[in-house]
């Protein structure tokens, strides 16, 4: 507990500082942390790239919706999202991001993008979130939960930036 309490601590202090600083993810609890320390940190944008957002562990918690919210509330954010796996169905987080002023703003927008992904160069699915052009968590192991992230990396935070806008336009609007 210790250790994890110790992995908090570090994550939401290179988010603070936008440290330029590469370190590991791996499972709900260490992604719960990270996700969350991004979103009470951002403070212009996110961008998320995620296959449902349905899971109970990570976008079900306390924390993760607290954080999510406190960022949207925030005057002149924006997020947008692009889910893979959406067939209509009723889902707490998207039923939770309708009830703000951000979403009725159109400073939230949900995409669907009806089972596409996207793929690093081996072809494996990835998911990711990019922050304010530094932070990013790129999920390579969807499954594991398995993750590189950064919270000053502005190179490799850009390029996600740029592959989500290059998609971004041409989906259709998931709710």
């Known amino acids: 507990m210790a250790e994890l309490e110790d992995y908090r601590k570090a994550v939401e202090e290179y988010a603070q500082n936008r440290t330029d600083h590469v370190f590991q993810n791996q499972g709900d609890e260490h992604a719960l942390i990270v996700l969350s320390t991004m979103f009470k940190n951002a403070n212009s944008y996110i961008r998320m790239a995620a296959g449902s957002l349905s899971n109970k562990e990570v976008v079900g918690a306390k924390e993760y919706t607290d954080n999510l919210l406190g960022f949207v509330n925030k005057p002149n954010t924006k997020l947008d999202i692009i889910v893979t796996k959406y067939n209509g169905e009723d889902l ?15 400073r939230v927008r949900i995409k669907n993008a009806e089972g596409k992904s996207f793929h690093d160069k081996e072809h494996n699915i990835v998911h990711f979130c990019a922050a304010d052009s ?10 594991r939960r398995s993750a590189t992230c950064n919270m000053g990396g502005k190179e490799f935070a850009c390029v996600l930036d740029q592959a989500f806008d290059n998609v971004f336009p041409t989906l259709t609007m998931a709710i």
């Open 92 to 106: 707490p987080l998207f039923n939770l991001l309708k009830c703000t002023c951000a979403y009725k703003d159109g």
């Open 134 to 143: 530094c932070m990013y968590r790129y999920e390579v192991d969807t499954e």
